[in-house]
């Protein structure tokens, strides 16, 4: 059953990733062109040779954006699966698409937006590529700290559903996430490598739709897999998945 779950998931996730790839081309790739173009008037300016290019901009707009949303996808989507199998009917008496949709709210704040507020996205001609290294490792530790505040959360909500009830404990778990949110980023380093000639409208574009390009994919799986879930298996959608473990 697990393993049957495990493929749909995946299948689910790559029809994100191609949903996620349509709105990307529409919303992300032009904003991207115009950061280029900004780019090679600052070199030309500065009287500097243009890089290499090792792979050409056709290629990264087309085969390569599809290859990476559509393998990113079925990786969110198998996993979220595995996650999905293991909660539900644990976490929670909602049926298999509030599951879904529970798990894939909590997924997107925990592992995209919490992360994307400290250390958004940034165009070409933005960010300095010595730094890579540095800004990596700190979007992963911000990354890991969000997740495991999360589960804490999860935690703390089970811990004092009995005493408060289900709503309240939710509500006490969601502010105490939030505080700590609010303490780790003010505590993580921030990085700011913005060009002052930069333009700010062009900026807050791509990395709006680079969050949307993530509100998509997230928002796909967890209506569509628990649509499939509650459809395709209904002994799952009976609560036979937890028995059967």
């Excluded at 954006?65 to 909602?94: D, E």
């Excluded at 105490?176 to 949110?181: M, N």
């Excluded at 998509?216 to 879930?229: E, N, P, R, S, Y």
């Amino acid at each position: 059953m697990v393993g049957n779950l495990l493929l749909r998931g995946m299948l689910v996730g790559v029809f994100a990733g191609l949903l996620a790839l349509g709105f990307a081309k529409v919303f992300g790739e032009p904003q991207v062109d115009r950061a280029i173009v900004f780019e090679e008037q600052q070199s030309q300016a500065a009287d500097e040779a243009p890089e290499p290019e090792f792979v050409s901009r056709e290629t990264q707009a087309g085969f390569g954006l599809l290859t990476g949303l559509v393998v990113y996808g079925a990786s969110i989507g198998g996993l979220f699966s595995l996650v999905f199998a293991y909660v539900y009917g644990r976490a929670s008496n909602f049926g298999p698409r509030g599951t879904a949709a529970l798990l894939a709210l909590a997924g997107f704040v925990a592992i995209v937006l919490v992360p994307y507020l400290k250390y958004p996205a940034n165009p070409p001609a933005v960010s300095n590529p010595d730094t890579l290294g540095v800004r990596t490792e700190l979007f992963f530790i911000m990354l890991v700290l969000s997740v495991t505040a999360l589960a804490g959360a999860v935690a703390l909500t089970r811990r004092l559903s009995s005493q408060y009830g289900a709503w309240n404990a939710t509500v006490i778990a969601g502010v105490a996430f939030i505080i700590v949110i609010a303490i780790v980023q003010y505590a993580m380093p921030a990085i700011s490598e913005m060009p002052e000639q930069f333009s700010a409208d062009l900026l807050w574009r791509f990395r709006i739709a680079a969050l949307g390009i993530q509100v998509v994919l997230w928002t796909t799986i967890g209506l569509a897999f628990g649509a499939l879930v509650e459809n395709g298996f209904p002994d799952v959608a009976a609560g036979k998945l937890i028995r059967s473990r």
